[in-house]
């Protein structure tokens, strides 16, 4: 199958149908369809910020997905083709609001025609059905909210479905977006009746509008399902309440994060439940045994096609444990299995095996008599199949259900990132007569750790010096030689290592994220290569214009159920980051799905601890078939956007344990994941980065992590001991706390002391030890051993970009420079440079952006001959001047066109210049000696 027939396989299987009656769905071709809202032609593909930034070749929207399904010859019904033109003329007057593409500029919604009675009575005059499709983004940098436009449907949306249903008997509702909404307005009495199909197509990457036009015209039967409960109200999720705070977020709903809490204490303020579903065929799903041995439940199912209609049904199966000494959620999911495509009456045997541990509790307090335990209480176990969280049936045990006599532990730990301010938590009190509990409340119990006896004793001998002449290609034939060649290198070659550069940075394929390794010449000389990461998760993201594929958004993957397609799907993903020459992908983001409100749900998958790291797992494997590296992020409990730099995620060590980490433990364990980023919030008072349990006591120790541990870009950190304020300057707190790299420096400043971080100084203090800076300094060069880089041939340190003119003069009239830079106001339109001797340049440049958001990326690139070669890029300058390297470039004499592209409006480069010293450092200078000039020039105008 080629690649963009897996796209367009995962974006159909992601459909969720969660309403279909009076033969709405699929259409027929006897049926004249009607094709409301923007996003028929506007169609979502992805989120904003990191996540969703890639150039795509091409995508398809919801119309030319039905071009194409014609083109194949399959019957299709007709579409409105006079609605269709109204639609297209009114999007010729009112373009799509990209927020002039800067950082987190773009609207969560966008305008929508309001609809006139007489349109919509013309068309219900042609068609006998019709679809509205509702539109929503969401991004990094700013959460959803519970209001019109985000959460909730705009004033203009409400009453042109309404007007729709007033005319239309069968009303098919599309949510192309990147998260659930509000759904509760589909059972007002206005709408009930009519709107007889529901959706969700969410973001289905590039190929999106393909997979929902083969959905809805019943090329391919939905088998997606909800990983995620749908409520009423958004006040009926119990994170709401704690949801948007500024400075910490109490997380007392505790382990009831979604349908745990729902089927534990609130069945009735569901509408979808978590694993809902429909097909166009139906199903009979029956828990026929099952069975315990060697610490394993084995569940038996047969799934059998009851309909007229082939399609593929998910076998979910729960576990229902007693309440004791811990509280217990009412249903916990344990295993699914996606069946083959059944033919009507075709039955599927599944077996599904799980570990005892999968339901097992961890007790945070010694109540049940073991402390820092997962233990399993005792008393009576139940298993339910079925296919979702509130229809699954009891499944009967073969001989003898599955009881504990007496509470056992599993696996004793000890505490790690419990937190330090008291708070409650809910658990389940007195049951009510329809089996759901009356919520209590119980104090949390705190953090006893001493933090900084457990680094004393992690941290190893220091690697004595040595004059080995090993280079690190020794160390990719032969890692034992590892600690050999870390006595080879000097402080300033260590701290460049712990040092990332980016983004965008020359060393690496162009308009990627960072890079790490041998940034320096010294490191390179040694043989260790640069290494190149990028976005991630849905793509390669490329800022200078590089085009790449674009997946389904995580939740659209996750809602398949289906981890063999996602493994697949990052294959392909993987096998383009090779041709890129892209080493690690910043992705996939396992946070969960704490609250419907956060912005960057898109990017992860579920409510669900187990789909969300089995998701994880099959994208780390898909990646890794390729040799690609998957990085996990964000480590941990990042679950909302507003301050997200800074919020504390204040949960109870359980909570944390059974929800927050579950999906990256399964990453590590199943999924052989191998990097992982840390989060930039605050975790129980330390920040990710310098969280020391957090990254090593359970990654590396209890998990037995052996990878990377890189920052998120720009993070902050604080006192690995002691907690308190945090900045981006404290590396040797992040190093102490096993993070291995900070991610990013400015561009070719990694062995030059980074942006002024305190690692030179921790080290002449004897805060930081060199022995904790060559341990970092270690895992960052053994991940190196398994990059795509490791295996080539050693690149060069700079990409040097050859550019031959053949432009002999400037056109009459233009701007031609020769023997200065060009200023603000030359680079406001085209400028030709002259460029008299050939050779190697350097394009360097002063550039500012103003204050604002300090995690707001912007870029310029650079065209020389209508060629992006290079660019600059940066948060915020707060203003400043600031100085970078564009491009290294390698010119013949002739003259050149140069033009500047804002693709992330932002930046005013201020000055512009080829430089040929190559060695002298890159300072002011340069442009100095053309202040005056300028002044001059000013003043004259
Ligand atoms: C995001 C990360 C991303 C990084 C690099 C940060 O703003 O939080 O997820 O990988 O930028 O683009």
Redesign the pocket.
Known sequence: MDKFEILRKAAAQGVVLLRNEKNTLPFEPSDNVAVFGRCQVDYYKSGT???G?VHVPFSVNFVSGMETLKKEGFPLPQLNEELLKVYSDWLKEHPFDAGKGAWAAEPWSQVEMELGDSLVKEAASKSNKAVFIVGRTAG??QDNSAEAGSFLLTQIERKNIELICTHFEKVAIVFNTSNIMDLSWIDESVFKSHITAVLFSWHGGMMGGQGLADVLCGKVNPSGKLPDSIAYKIEDYPSSKNFGHKDFLLYEEDIYVGYRYFTTFAKSKVQFPFGFGLSYTTFEVSGESYSFSDSKITVRAKVTNTGSKSGREVLQVYAECPQGKLGKASRVLCAFAKTKELAPKESQELELSFPVSRFASYDDSGVTGFAYSYVLEEGDYNFWAGSDCFSCKKVPAVSGAFSVEKTYALETLSQCCAPNREFMRIKPGKVNSDGLFIEEKETVPLSKVDIAKRIRESTPAEIPATKSSVTFSDVIADKSRIDEFIGTLSDVELMTLVRGE??MSRKVTAGI??AFGGLSDSLHDKKVPAVG?S??PSGI?MDNGTKAILLPIGTSLASSWDSALVEEVYEVLGNEMKENKIDVL??P?CNIHRNPLNG?NF?YYSEDPLISGIMTSAACKGLAKTGAIA?I??FAL?NQEKN?RNVDSVASERAIREIYLKPFEIAIKEGNARSV?T??NTVNGFKAASYFDLNNSILRGEWGFTGLVMT???ATMNDCVKGGEADGYKFSEMLKARNDIY??CVNDTADKGGFGDNLEESLKKGSLSKAQLQLCAKDILLFITETFAAKAPLRPLRNEVFVESDINSAPEGANLISGRPAFAEDLASVVYFKIEKGGEYRIYGSFRKDGGDT?S?SITNVLVNDKAIGSFECRSTDGKKSFAVAAFVNLKPGIYKVQLEHTKPGIEVMELGFWQDMESPITTHFFEKFEKEREEREKNK
């Open positions: 910020g990191s996540g930034s990094e940098d980016g983004m994220a960072s990461c976005d991630g993201r910043l992705g983001g960057r990017e990085t992020k964000h990042n997200r980023m989060a930039y998120d870009w720009w991610m990013v995690l990326q």
